[in-house]
């Protein structure tokens, strides 16, 4: 990918500052340079530059009985509002944050999994932002940008959604058609970079810098870091999880292929083994998905022994499926995340923790540990908009001080 | 891991110059500076130090008709001797290489795969070394150092043999003991570690900076290069791709697991696929893996029946655990290499190039290229010969320029 990275960007010194106060809160300049390994002399001229240009605010003021006072520096959330939106097959959520990357006002828009076309999916993301956007008050003209994450295929540098299986989208320009409808900038990517991205930032990258941040719903997949940086493969589509072999020759999977781990894991793989234990169950009658997994949890609630065995198959697929991830790539972290893991972890996590080291070579099982994300509210708008603000962050350099928003073309990728 | 990487070394101007005259061969300051991105000053400075050390020679000096003389430089093959060294269950093979890894001899003992002492081995690897100093000519107190290859588990760290599923070796101090019988430094690795290495220095790595080297023996695993650095994963366990899934609850694997892709496209695995297919084919008559895979390369070329179904299993199943390779990683490049590979190519690589489409999604199928490694020689010897040489140019900074071979410990690994 010629576009630069979070890890480019992180690697950069303004980048580490800024990361730093997201990670530490309030703090001083030694402070930074302590957590940075920069030197006190850099953070000194850095933070100059950040509070000239209204990136950061000084937050307190501290006398100590001797010497000069501490300041204490704070990233000013005040200094725009950056969109996060989840297009997902059946829903577009849309989150807008305000720089530090707290939310202030969130919009949902249902969509019909069985409608593909694209001005019915561009206009639902429109209405679910207008209603983000009036949910927070937010003015239109200090949004920074909007990070859009879509299902299947992207390519952020040219910002277009390759290919989506379930709507049959090949080539969709999405980028544009969304920056002409809302007159903001756009930047799209992939939910597995999003997921990943935002478990780095608010999640277990706080204490590892190699993950694989496992997406369980309509479609499965891991988002991965390696050593702290992404893994995006040649063409941003690495990750696949989902469409690697639970069984040669098994299930046909909608991706075309048989056997895949998401025809057994997917949400239509829960059908589907549920329909070989019990093909009329009433769960089966739910018209939509997730009626269908919140029918699912509430009859495990009760016991309803179909179910049991249904969470019984799923964990047996889920921790076998694990074991090639860990084995493959000798990742020390997986956490589960989507909405299918929302609604079942309680019954998924422990059954695939005891089955795990029968997957897992030995070697690779010392300090494995495996968990529900804690990110919190929707880690995918969460992902999209931390890719927004370091896209932001990155272009700052340019900015005039004064300039809120920075000028539209900045976010979009070089040419 | 603590340790140094590829890359980590790599990245550090010195080695840079090093590199760029492995891959240019006898070039100029200039040229030199132009591949490497580093200034005509630096390289200079370099080069100066380098020729001190005796590591680099001046090959020719070109006297254009004005301006000053041109020297080609070049590295010195005979500032020392390497010894790579690739121990398998079956054998062990030993190579002498000079410091621009030119081999120079070669020696070979065989080792009955149903022997795990370790004695037994020590004694063999000891022997295979003996075998190619003679053969070389080599005399022992030019030899630098001596890397070797490891199956199974390996941590280079420590110099330890950590797990060898064929021996059940646990935590064997194999760099110690191999010290102790040889008096030269030894560095330990895991195979796809080396063939990975082998392949980005002398394969595809002077075209792609991402890869995977799929070996294809008793064992299968995959070496794996991500933008230039070497996957290893928490505990240098990473590329186990024969222990991830081809059919949940299968094949009985060796590692304990059910399903594996080694218990389909490992030596045993083909020996177990021939016996569902003809259970008294001669060729199952082979007292050792190499002689059945030696007798079934004889048979398709005489298209036996049995074992031209055999090779169309075989690729069904090679395709489908690749298609899994590239849907996760989305890397642009597979090189097949191993035994198997060596006796069978001609049968695998066409049918898989047709098959694997149907398994790979369609973002990550442009520009694939699945190819049979083109490395000269054992590539893990060589692998193992090229990360012995890393250690020794990223130690040479602290050598005094006149000692040779550098001090028994410099190649050891920090404490």
Request: aromatic content about 6%.
């Amino acid at each position: 990918m010629p576009r630069q990275t979070s890890r480019d960007l992180r690697n950069e010194s303004r980048f580490e500052v800024l990361h730093a106060l997201f990670t530490l809160g309030p703090s001083t300049r030694q402070e930074i340079a302590k957590h940075t390994g920069l030197s006190t002399a850099t953070v000194a001229t850095l933070v100059t530059q950040f509070l000239a240009e209204g990136v950061l605010r000084i937050a307190t003021v501290e006398q100590n009985t001797v010497g000069r006072p501490y300041e204490r520096l704070t990233i000013d959330p005040d200094r725009g509002r950056i969109l996060g939106i989840d297009v997902a097959e059946t829903y577009v959520d849309a989150t807008v944050y305000d720089v530090t990357l707290g939310p202030l006002g969130h919009g949902e828009v249902a969509l019909d999994e069985h409608e593909n076309d694209t001005e019915y999916v561009v206009n639902g993301i429109v209405r679910a932002i207008e209603a983000a956007v009036e949910a927070s008050g937010t003015e239109r003209e200090r949004i920074i940008g909007a990070g859009v994450s879509m299902p299947g295929q992207v390519r952020p540098d040219a910002g277009v959604s390759v290919f989506a299986p379930n709507w049959d989208w090949h080539d969709v320009r999405i980028e544009e058609l969304l920056e002409q409808r809302l007159g903001i900038s756009v930047y799209v990517d992939n939910p597995l970079k999003a997921v990943a991205l935002s478990e780095m930032w608010f999640g277990v990258g706080r204490v590892t810098k190699s993950m694989a941040v496992v997406n369980l719903g309509t479609g499965v997949g891991a988002g991965i870091a390696i050593d702290g940086t992404l893994l995006r493969g040649s063409a941003n589509n690495a990750g696949e999880w989902g469409h690697t072999l639970l069984q040669l020759d098994g299930r046909q999977c909608r991706c075309g292929r048989r056997g895949c781990v998401e025809a057994y894991l997917g949400v239509h793989g829960l059908e589907m083994s549920l329909a070989e234990i019990a093909p009329k169950h009433p769960a089966l009658r739910q018209p939509l998905q997730r009626g269908f997994v919140d029918a699912v949890a509430e009859g495990l609630v009760a016991d309803d022994p179909a179910l049991v065995e249904l969470a019984r198959r799923t964990s047996h697929y889920l921790a076998a499926a694990l074991g090639d991830l860990v084995n493959l790539l000798n990742i020390p972290h997986i956490t589960l995340t989507g909405w299918t893991t929302a609604a079942l972890a309680d019954w998924l996590i422990p059954a695939v923790r005891e089955e795990l080291p029968d997957h897992v070579l030995p070697g690779s099982l010392p300090g494995l540990a495996v968990e529900a994300s804690r990110v919190p509210g929707n880690p995918v708008a969460l992902g999209m908009a931390a890719f927004t603000l370091e896209r932001f962050l990155g272009d700052l350099g340019l900015a005039s001080p004064a300039s809120t928003p920075p000028p539209r073309r900045r976010l979009r990728a070089p040419a």
